[in-house]
T-cell receptor, first 114, second 113 residues
Framework: EPEVTQTPSHQVTQMGQEVILRCVPISNHLYFYWYRQILGQKVEFLVSFYNNEISEKSEIFDDQFSVERPDGSNFTLKIRSTKLEDSAMYFC????????????FGPGTRLTVL | DAKTTQPNSMESNEEEPVHLPCNHSTISGTDYIHWYRQLPSQGPEYVIHGLTSNVNNRMASLAIAEDRKSSTLILHRATLRDAAVYYCILRVNYGGSQGNLIFGKGTKLSVKP
């Protein structure tokens, strides 16, 4: 069964450093998303991406964040200058564009900012 | 998006049915009812969705009240692997719109052997 994959599974970084979280969505999917979940809290939407551009973003997704689909398979989330409060699980998801709107989530990347 | 209300936690015994309720009294006519679950240390996983009629799939059943102000996710025989946080989410589904999901706190289901 096709699945969304994410790398790395755990990323440790120093405050102020740039990080890039990588995702490989399911191959024929058209819509891509990033969510995050701070430990013990709700899953929060960050951004959605369709047709090579951002279609929606939340208040969390400020100028420190960017997304890119550099080739036909990868979807990346970049945080330019990490803060302590960026420590969280980051989930990538993808959607085929069918009427069901079923989103398939990856296993997540745990980001720890020291 | 319309708001949903779910109990914080529920317990079940293994092999028994589980009924997870969700109230959504402000649901609009175009809102679909989606259920996702999140197993420990994993990403959320789609379970089922419906609009007006009851729905069944291999994972669960969804019973929707006639006035659509509430719904119930039914796991027919709970297994230990069903222990997870279950989220009831309302989304508008229409052609070309595949927007984000708004997660609440969900219901944490514990399954006892």
């Amino acid at each position: 069964e096709p699945e969304v994959t994410q790398t790395p599974s755990h990323q440790v970084t120093q405050m102020g450093q740039e990080v890039i979280l990588r995702c490989v969505p399911i191959s024929n999917h058209l819509y891509f998303y990033w969510y995050r979940q701070i430990l013990g809290q709700k899953v929060e939407f960050l951004v959605s991406f369709y047709n090579n551009e951002i279609s929606e973003k939340s208040e969390i997704f400020d100028d420190q964040f960017s997304v890119e689909r550099p080739d036909g398979s990868n979807f990346t989330l970049k945080i330019r200058s990490t803060k302590l409060e960026d420590s969280a699980m980051y989930f990538c998801a993808s959607n085929s564009g069918s009427r069901v709107n079923e989103q398939f989530f990856g296993p997540g990347t745990r980001l720890t900012v020291l | 998006d319309a708001k949903t209300t779910q109990p914080n936690s529920m317990e079940s015994n293994e092999e028994e049915p589980v009924h997870l309720p969700c109230n959504h009294s402000t649901i609009s006519g175009t809102d679909y009812i989606h259920w996702y679950r999140q197993l420990p240390s994993q990403g959320p996983e789609y379970v089922i969705h419906g609009l007006t009629s009851n729905v069944n799939n291999r994972m669960a059943s969804l019973a929707i009240a006639e006035d659509r102000k509430s719904s119930t996710l039914i796991l027919h025989r709970a297994t230990l692997r069903d222990a997870a946080v279950y989220y009831c989410i309302l989304r508008v589904n229409y052609g070309g719109s595949q927007g984000n999901l708004i997660f609440g706190k969900g219901t944490k289901l514990s399954v006892k052997p």
